[in-house]
């Protein structure tokens, strides 16, 4: 057989051999979402493609498959979670590549403690939310107007609300949130009641019909199942009064719109967790409440919150259309933040 002369495929073919001394290396740090597993290894696959390491198909499933074991870890622990790949080439002339696929748990409260150190104050907006003091307004003299409010953060609807002599139970469960909202209580509101809990820990005990208003400002939106949701309303309707409220801010799909698997991984990632209308009223009906209100979030906050707080938070009007998750413009997202209030018969 006669050797090869054709100078375009002689190219080729010593190019293919450079290929295998290149040296490279990378790290990329992924949001643990599983339904994002075989994207993900295809991007790497590409990625190995590029520095002359193409992987065979079995190969490229074997690669998806540990991806998906580690993001569902990840995932199962967090949605704040994240799954770590490295890869390097190795040593000439093998001409292979090793790859290390880690998952990283992450709880809601180390993300909030890392809000503390990296984000300058106030990390919600320096405002009550309007919904909350309007409807705390109408329920009558605020010395017999006695709230709960429930993921309270650093205080910005707890210590208005304290100010204006209502009786305030503020309970948060991140340890960075409470050290900012304990300091703020004794400088602005010392009668402010601060409890540190989880309300799916089932060891949580809140006083029995003893609220008027219960408010539950940017805390549905880290519900991660209909599970959760009917225990958060079940316990939280045993701490109201008769005739009491229960008011929270919740992304809800649109009309007929049913989020898949992707979709409600991702929004939990994004901390918005979306559910149906339908399946928010059966949990509600559950817990003995029935619907008082529903108004889209982002309208009424425009409308009624004074000119210069409004946007209460860079984030805010992006976050609140769904527009965190989505990329489409205005009002296009299937999704978007409700201030909802129910009401215990």
Not at 98 to 119: H, K, N
Not at 204 to 229: D, G, K, Q
Request: glycine share 4%.
């Amino acid at each position: 057989m006669d050797f090869e002369r054709d100078p375009a495929a002689l190219q080729a073919a010593m190019l293919a051999r450079v290929q295998r001394r290149v040296v490279a290396s990378g790290s990329l740090s992924l949001p643990a979402a599983p339904a994002l597993a075989h994207l993900y290894a295809e991007a790497l696959c590409a990625q190995f493609r590029m520095v002359g390491r193409a992987f065979s198909a079995e190969e490229a499933a074997a690669l998806e498959k540990n991806l998906h074991a580690r993001l569902a870890e990840a995932f199962q622990a967090s949605p704040f979670s994240r799954v770590s790949v490295t890869w390097e080439t190795d040593p000439p002339p093998e001409g292979t590549l090793s790859y290390t696929i880690v998952a990283q748990p992450s709880t809601m409260e180390e993300q909030y403690e890392e809000w503390t150190r990296s984000r300058e104050p106030p990390l919600f907006g320096a405002h009550a939310d309007a919904k909350v003091l309007d409807l705390a307004r109408g329920l009558g003299p605020p010395a017999q107007v006695r709230v709960l409010d429930v993921g309270a953060g650093t205080g910005r609807n707890a210590l208005p609300l304290a100010k204006l002599g209502h009786p305030v139970t503020a309970l948060e469960t991140a340890p960075a949130l409470l050290e900012i909202l304990r300091k703020a209580r004794a400088a602005e509101a010392p009668a402010l009641e601060v409890l540190e809990g989880n309300l799916l820990d089932p060891a949580l005990a809140l006083p029995a019909r003893a609220f008027t208003l219960v408010v539950m400002s940017e805390v549905v939106s880290h519900l991660r199942s209909v599970e959760e949701l009917r225990q958060v309303l079940q316990m939280l309707s045993g701490a109201l009064a008769p005739g009491g409220l229960l008011l929270c801010n919740a992304f809800l799909a649109k009309q007929d719109w049913v989020p898949d698997p992707l979709a409600r991984e991702l929004s939990e990632v994004f901390w918005s967790s979306v559910f149906t209308r339908a399946a928010f009223e059966e949990a509600a009906a559950a817990a003995g409440l029935s619907l008082d209100s529903d108004e889209q979030a982002f309208a009424y906050e425009r409308e009624h919150l004074p000119a210069e707080a409004w946007p209460p938070t860079g984030w805010f009007a992006d976050w609140t259309r769904g527009l965190d998750l989505f990329a489409l413009d205005d009002e296009r997202a299937p999704m978007e933040l409700r201030w909802l209030s129910w009401r215990k018969a």
